[in-house]
């Protein structure tokens, strides 16, 4: 079973979006900040992330940069989630990164097509976000 780690504040959006993740069969990890991401990057073996932009104390911009530094191997296998897509961060990590940007609100099919595709699943997708 894949594992996808959800690093997103909004305590409401990461439930669902993490409900919709473990409806399609993955193990979802999931936390509000950068320092849970950083402890479960250090204990787990993590197949993706969704990564929100804009969280606390740093911005999920900057910690992608250091989780690149510490676990290269994440590479492609990191995907943004933003409210702003259009941004000049955004825009510049779009062209120096792999990985998707998904513009909130999003379709979370869109989501779950990218996290097959970047943990080497190959299954049909049709997944309701909860509410």
Request: avoid cysteine; proline fraction near 6%.
């Amino acid at each position: 079973m894949k594992t996808v780690l959800v690093v997103e504040d909004d305590p409401g959006f990461r439930f669902a979006l993490t409900g919709a993740l473990q409806h399609l069969g993955f193990r979802v990890l999931a936390t509000g900040s950068p320092d849970g991401a950083y402890d479960m990057l250090d204990r787990e073996r993590i197949d993706a992330i969704l990564l929100d932009v804009r969280l606390p104390v740093a911005s999920g911009l900057a910690l992608h940069r250091a989780m690149l530094r510490r676990w290269p191997g994440l590479a492609g296998r990191v995907a943004l989630i933003t409210g702003d897509p259009d941004s000049e961060s955004v825009l510049a990590w779009r062209e120096q990164n792999e990985g998707a940007v998904f513009a909130k609100p999003f379709q979370p099919e869109d989501v779950a097509l990218w996290v097959l595709g970047a943990t080497g699943e190959d299954r049909d997708v049709a997944v309701p976000l909860s509410r």
